[in-house]
Every structure is written in structure tokens, then in C-alpha cells.
């Protein structure tokens, strides 16, 4: 292949595909770099460099990490661990699996099923650490069957009925806090968004069904609405009074319908040299850092890292107004200059 510079790639993403493929086909374009996507939806590809090098990418999976450290990332319970063994807050925290798990891992690996810790356990790990705790998915994404746990009764329900789907799940103690994601490439904060849970507000005439109509219909849908609700002494037919906010989801996650605010310039130095570290002591150069605070400024009056994310989206955030779209696209664009510096060094 020549080295000249060349752009135009196949399956060139138009204005209606996803954020990361349109953009990455301006980005291309403007640098003499040569975009593949496949043909379908756009979601997977490569970026090739005039001298045939290419970077490949799937979703917001860009291939800036190291497999082993986007592995650990992955993985809850490790990342926790690693994390406070480095001298990071984390919430504490318990990882059980299915009884089936243990089972079909004992007839490969007994030694290992022995050391697995099964449902039971985390009864016991809510009773010492107190309602409510958090019941999720070890390796789950978006927040996705994220449950918020207030009593024996439905921890057993929770567990029963999120280990159909899933494995492995982390019990973790409930901890309050502003919540924050922090995303970081090679060693600078992108940005710091605040993530507020899906929610509305009562009017003193609505339902909460009518007053449900605005939202998502990923949000309307979800199977945890009428607990969070019930948590509140609500179900679909009160109706709030006037001014009175009420939490659907459990999560903040934007993705489940929540909001977000760009928080970067209120953000403290200490914080964006915590979020640093985290993902540095991972082994990661891209990564978005979850955590809790009692406020922007100042660690001393308590954080805890929920997890780290090695392939950050910022998808969810473009569309909720101008200026979250401007940060979006801004940090989006400074990972692909460090995708196109590797490509051409």
C-alpha cells in the first residue's frame, strides 16, 4: 500500500449511525486516515494509517488498554479489590455465585469451587453492613439488573432471580454520595460528569404513570420501577404532590435514563489525581472512573471508587444538550489524536 495520504473508507458512517462512527468519519477525513466499518450498523471497525498500520475499535472498545488490564476492568469484584489493596476507597463488598456455577466449576476445578462463596453468604454480609445494600452483575454493563436491596426478603428474590441470567454477583454495601464518572486518557482528565438517576417530578394532578409518559421507554420498562417506587410508599396510580421528586431506578447510569451534568471546572485537583491513579494502578490509559463524593472539592469528607470502565461511552451524554454534546465530541476527538499518534509512530 502506498504511503500517501487517503480517506473515503467503506462503509462510511452517515449522519444517522452511531456517534462514535459518524464522528470517527470526520476525524478520518480531516487526517488522511482510512475508516472500515461494518456494513450494517457501524458499531465495529478499524482506522487505518497511510503506512498500512491499523487500530481496530468495537463500540467505545478502542484499542488504547492492555487485554489484561480491560479484563480486570471488567471484572467488579477484582477491580475493587486491586483498587483498595492500592489504597483506594471502595465500597465493601462480597462476590457470590450461582450454585450451578460452583457446581460445573468443582467438576473441572474443586479446588477452586471450594474457595467460591455461594448465596448464603450474603445474608450474612447484609445483616453486619445493614440495609440497603446493592446486588449486581460481577461483569455487567450500563447498569443493567442493578438492584437496590432493602431487606432479607428481597435479597433472597433478587439473588433468586439475577442468577438466571448471571454468574457471578457483587453484594455491595450501600454508600451516599454525588455521583460521578471520570473519564481519563493517558494521564489528563476528559471530563467529569455528575449522573443523576432517572426521575421525576409531581405536579399534585398527575399520576405517576401519566407523569411516566415523558420518559424513555427503556425507563418505562424496567422491571425495578415499582420497587423504587414501593420504596417510596408509591405505586403507579399515586400522585405525588407539587415540587415532590420521585426516583425510578435505582442506578444513575444515563444509559437507564438519567441526566447528566458536566462538572469538569468544579471538579478538585485531588479527585482528578485519585481518578489518575485508579486507572493507572489498572494498567489502563482510557478509562472512566465511577465513584461517589461527598463533594467536588475536597476527598477528605469521603469518596469510594464503585468500578472503572475501560471502554467509556459518552454516547448517552451527547444528546441531553449542547454543551454536554461539545464535551462529548471534544474528548472523543483527543482519543482519536492518540489513536493517530500510536498509528504513526
Known amino acids: 500500500m502506498s504511503g500517501s495520504a487517503f480517506s473515503g473508507p467503506p462503509g462510511h458512517a452517515t449522519g444517522q449511525g452511531p456517534l462514535v462512527a459518524r464522528l470517527l468519519s470526520e476525524y478520518c477525513a480531516k487526517n488522511g486516515l482510512?475508516?472500515?466499518?461494518?456494513?450494517?450498523?457501524?458499531?465495529?471497525?478499524?482506522?487505518?494509517?497511510?503506512?498500512?498500520?491499523?487500530?481496530?475499535?468495537?463500540?467505545?472498545?478502542f484499542d488504547l488498554n492492555p487485554l489484561g488490564a480491560a479484563e480486570i476492568a471488567r471484572d467488579k469484584a477484582y477491580t475493587a479489590h486491586f483498587l483498595?489493596?492500592?489504597g483506594f476507597q471502595v465500597p465493601r463488598g462480597v462476590l457470590v455465585s450461582a450454585p450451578t456455577a460452583i457446581d460445573a466449576i468443582g467438576r473441572k476445578n474443586p479446588a477452586r469451587a471450594e474457595r467460591m462463596i455461594g448465596p448464603d453468604h450474603a445474608q450474612g454480609f447484609a445483616a453486619e453492613t445493614g440495609f440497603p445494600v446493592f446486588v449486581k452483575p460481577n461483569d455487567g454493563r450500563e447498569g443493567v439488573d442493578v438492584l437496590k436491596i432493602s431487606s432479607p426478603y428481597q435479597l433472597e428474590t433478587g439473588l433468586t432471580r439475577l442468577f438466571r441470567h448471571h454468574d457471578h454477583l457483587l453484594v455491595q454495601e450501600a454508600v451516599a454520595g454525588r455521583d460521578l464518572r471520570i473519564v481519563v486518557l493517558e494521564g489528563k482528565v476528559l471530563c467529569a460528569i455528575e449522573r443523576r438517576p432517572a426521575e421525576i417530578r409531581g405536579d399534585g394532578v398527575r399520576t405517576v404513570e401519566v407523569l411516566l409518559s415523558d420518559m424513555p421507554g427503556q425507563t418505562r420498562a424496567d422491571l425495578r420501577l415499582l420497587a423504587e417506587l414501593a420504596e417510596q410508599?408509591?405505586?403507579?396510580e399515586s400522585v405525588p404532590e407539587s415540587g415532590r421528586t420521585v426516583r425510578l431506578?435505582?442506578?444513575?447510569n444515563l444509559s437507564s435514563g438519567g441526566t447528566g451534568a458536566v462538572v469538569t471546572d468544579d471538579l478538585g485537583s485531588a479527585f482528578m489525581e485519585i481518578a489518575v491513579l485508579a486507572g493507572e494502578k489498572l494498567g489502563l490509559n482510557y478509562f472512566g472512573v465511577d465513584m461517589l463524593v461527598s463533594n467536588l472539592s475536597d476527598p477528605a469528607d469521603?469518596?469510594?471508587i464503585l468500578e472503572v470502565n475501560a471502554a467509556p461511552g459518552l454516547n448517552q451524554l451527547h444528546p441531553l444538550g449542547a454543551a454536554q454534546a461539545t464535551v462529548?465530541?471534544?474528548?472523543?476527538?483527543?482519543?482519536?489524536?492518540?489513536i493517530n499518534r500510536r498509528l504513526r509512530a
Open 302 to 304: 469521603g469518596y469510594a
Open 328 to 338: 462529548a465530541e471534544a474528548a472523543y476527538n483527543r482519543v482519536f489524536d492518540a
Open 233 to 236: 410508599d408509591l405505586t403507579l
Open 249 to 252: 431506578l435505582p442506578a444513575a
Open 84 to 86: 483498595k489493596e492500592a
Open 34 to 61: 482510512r475508516l472500515a466499518l461494518d456494513p450494517q450498523i457501524g458499531h465495529a471497525g478499524y482506522i487505518e494509517a497511510p503506512n498500512g498500520r491499523r487500530s481496530w475499535f468495537k463500540g467505545t472498545h
